[in-house]
Nanobody
Framework: VQLVESGGGSVQAGGSLRLSCAASGRTFSTSTMAWFRQAPGKERDFTAAIIWSTPVTRYADSVKGRFTISIDDAENTMYLQMDSLKPEDTAVYYC???????????????????WGQGTRVTVSS
C-alpha cells in the first residue's frame, strides 16, 4: 500500500488549499480514508475521514464547515478542500487508511494501518 500526499504550501489566512492523497497497492473500496495533522510540538490529531464508496464522513470540530473531504474513485485519490484557512491550521497533514469494512469512522490514529509521508501547510496571518 502506498499513499502519496500533495498540495501543501503557504497561504494567507482566509485562503484555500486542496490536498490530494493518491492511493495504490490494494483495493480501497471498503476502506476508511482519513486526514490527520500534526502542528509543531503537538500530537497528531484527527482532521477528517470518509468511508470509501459511501457518503459517510466525519470532521474534527475545529474544521467543520471549512474543510471538505472527498474521493475520486476513478483516480483512487482522496482530497481535502480547505477553505477559510486560519493560522492554527498550520501543520503537516498526513493521509491514512484503515482497511476492512467499518460502519463508523474512528478518530484513533493507531487504528489506521497505512500512512503517507505528509505534506506541510503553512497559514500566515
Amino acid at each position: 500500500v502506498q499513499l502519496v500526499e500533495s498540495g501543501g504550501g503557504s497561504v494567507q489566512a482566509g485562503g484555500s488549499l486542496r490536498l490530494s492523497c493518491a492511493a495504490s497497492g490494494r483495493t480501497f473500496s471498503t476502506s476508511t480514508m482519513a486526514w490527520f495533522r500534526q502542528a509543531p510540538g503537538k500530537e497528531r490529531d484527527f482532521t477528517a475521514a470518509i468511508i470509501w464508496s459511501t457518503p459517510v464522513t466525519r470532521y474534527a470540530d475545529s474544521v467543520k464547515g471549512r474543510f471538505t473531504i472527498s474521493i475520486d474513485d476513478a483516480e483512487n485519490t482522496m482530497y481535502l478542500q480547505m477553505d477559510s484557512l486560519k493560522p492554527e491550521d498550520t501543520a503537516v497533514y498526513y493521509c491514512a487508511t484503515r482497511t476492512g469494512r467499518w460502519a463508523t469512522i474512528t478518530t484513533h490514529s493507531l487504528l489506521y494501518e497505512y500512512w503517507g509521508q505528509g505534506t506541510r501547510v503553512t497559514v500566515s496571518s
